[in-house]
């Protein structure tokens, strides 16, 4: 089966003046966000293109935010006062990655459904929500072929 692309995910609504970010632009972001949480950066970018597919304007309906689609809440207790500033929402949903990746024992399909679905609703499995599941298989398929390339 081929990876599901992300309109098959929460479409979000991106105003005509919200271009994609110029993969330089969000291939920094990502690296420096990255070696701050001690994360691969292409998981980071992985995510941002699931999420926004790279537009730092975008929100979805449930009014997720910017280029990591964060959550006012989440954003709040993440100490990001602008959601919608690239540098601050890829450093805060780093830093929600890498909280998700402790909470789950760096299994990275556990921590994705946690930052697709909420940690409420991830035990010790992907929950049984097609949205999750499909979130997590088109982003853990976009790094198979790096992580296979780096040897990891």
Known sequence: MPPLESSWYTPVTVTANCPELPAS???????????????????????????SDFRPCAVSPKGALGLMQLMPETADDL???????????????????RQLLDRYVNDPALALSAYNAGPARVTDQ???????????????????PMLSISGH
Do not use: H
């Open 126 to 144: 992907i929950p049984d929500i097609p949205e999750t599941k499909a979130y997590v298989s088109a982003i853990l398929s976009r790094m198979l």
């Open 25 to 51: 632009t969000t291939e920094a972001l990502a690296k420096r966000a990255g070696e701050r949480e001690g994360l691969d950066p292409q998981l980071i970018l992985a995510v941002m293109k699931q999420e």
């Open 79 to 97: 100490d990001v006062l602008d959601p919608m500033d690239p540098e601050q929402n890829v450093a805060g949903g780093a830093r929600f990655l």
